[in-house]
Every structure is written in C-alpha cells, then in structure tokens.
C-alpha cells in the first residue's frame, strides 16, 4: 500500500493535470472522464457476464452504447490497447470464441454475430458501421411456406489477419489474409488472400503489394494478359 506522502503527490499531480483546462466540464469530457466512463463499462461488462470468459488482456477502451449478448458460455478475449468506439455490438452464441488483437481499433457502430471462432488480428482497423459474420442463411434450402430463417445457418470460423484494414461500411463473412486491405462498402464473401487490396461485392481483388512469387492467381493471370497485350 502507497504511503500517505505519495498519495498525496499523486492528488496533487492530478489537481496540476486537471488546472490545464480552464473550463472544467472540457476536463470532463477530454481529461479524465473518458477514461472513467471507459473504466465503469468495463466493470459492469464483467458483473453482468459471470457465466462467460470475457478477459481484457491491458488497457483497453470501452466507448459509450458498448453491448453483448452471450446468453451461454461464450468467450471474448480482447488485447491490450484496443480501442471500442461508441455502439460496438457482439453477439456470440454457444462457446464461440471471439479473439481481438492488441492495439486494433474498433469504430463506430460496428458489430459481430457469430456462433464459430473468430478471431481478428494485431493492428487492425475496423471501419464505422461494419459487419463480421460467420455464415449466411441456407435460404436454398429453405420451404417455400416457411420463413427462411427457420433453415438455420452455414457457419464456418473467420479469421482477419494481423495489420488490416476493413473500411466502412463492409460485410466479411470470409478470412482476410494479414496486411490486406478491404474498400468501403465491400462483402467478402471468399477469402481475400494476404498483402492484398479488394473492393467490391463480392469482394475482388484488385491489387497485390507482397512478394511477387505468393501473388494470389487473379494477380498473375492479370500480370501475364498485360505482358501479352
């Protein structure tokens, strides 16, 4: 336990961080009370859920509107220094297991729906209003005078590798390979293999920035018709 003459040092620097703002509610919103705010979802996240893994490996940001719904044994495991922007949602159904990387940032109003293994990698970012899904519905084989989601799902375990990028707006219901980047407003629907840039719906892919003898084959059948045109 800190003695008397240091928890005093530690208030007094405090009060000289907060004197930095000269209109307190601007040290509220930008000083410390972010991280408080952060610091008590963070704790109810973990007095709500007592029958679920749920582990924050370090610090980690917890945004306003943060929700899960784990009604089982379902596991979140989140790396040090990941940042959840305001409205992220998970839902994770059976024992799934969701993994996040260290340092990913998760923005605004993103979400995860799964009941298979998902993991995201190191460094990734995760753009506003995305969406991560371990399957689709089998609509085809569906009965015609039932509802479609009464033919349950194809669900398969996700991975986005390590120092990606998902941007806006996009669905992924299939792996991204490390380093790859996903456009705006795209559905990846097929792996998208590493060091890649696809755009699209489905997602394709329309650049390769890595080793040239891994170049994915849609790459080197382009490479090869530029050569012979």
Excluded at 43 to 49: A, G
Excluded at 86 to 92: H, L, Y
Aim: glycine residues 12%; proline residues 8%.
């Amino acid at each position: 336990m800190p003695g008397s003459g240091e928890m005093l040092a530690r208030s007094r620097r405090r009060l000289r961080r907060l004197r930095r703002y000269r209109d307190p509610r601007r040290a509220i919103y930008y000083g410390p009370g972010p991280r408080l705010m952060s610091w008590l979802r963070k704790r109810w996240i973990l007095f709500t859920h007592p029958h679920a893994t749920i582990v924050f490996e370090g610090p980690v940001h917890i945004g306003p509107g943060f929700s899960l719904y784990i009604p089982h044994r379902g596991s979140l495991i989140v790396g040090p220094g990941v940042e959840f922007r305001r409205g992220f949602r998970a839902e994770i159904v059976g024992d799934a297991v969701v993994r996040i990387g260290a340092r990913c940032v998760i923005s605004y109003y993103a979400l995860i729906q799964t009941q298979s293994p998902i993991e995201i990698g190191d460094f990734c970012g995760i753009g506003q209003s995305c969406a991560i899904y371990d399957g689709n519905h089998n609509f085809r084989e569906a009965d015609p005078d039932k509802p479609f989601y009464d033919a349950g799902f194809g669900t398969h375990p996700i991975r986005i590798g390590r120092n990606c990028g998902v941007l806006t707006k996009t669905t992924v219901m299939a792996d991204v390979g490390d380093n790859s980047q996903v456009g705006a407003n795209s559905v990846v629907t097929r792996p998208i293999p590493a060091n890649c840039v696809a755009v699209g719906a489905p997602a394709r892919v329309i650049d390769y920035f890595g080793p040239e003898e891994e170049a994915p084959p849609e790459i080197r059948e382009r490479q090869a018709s530029d050569r012979g045109n």
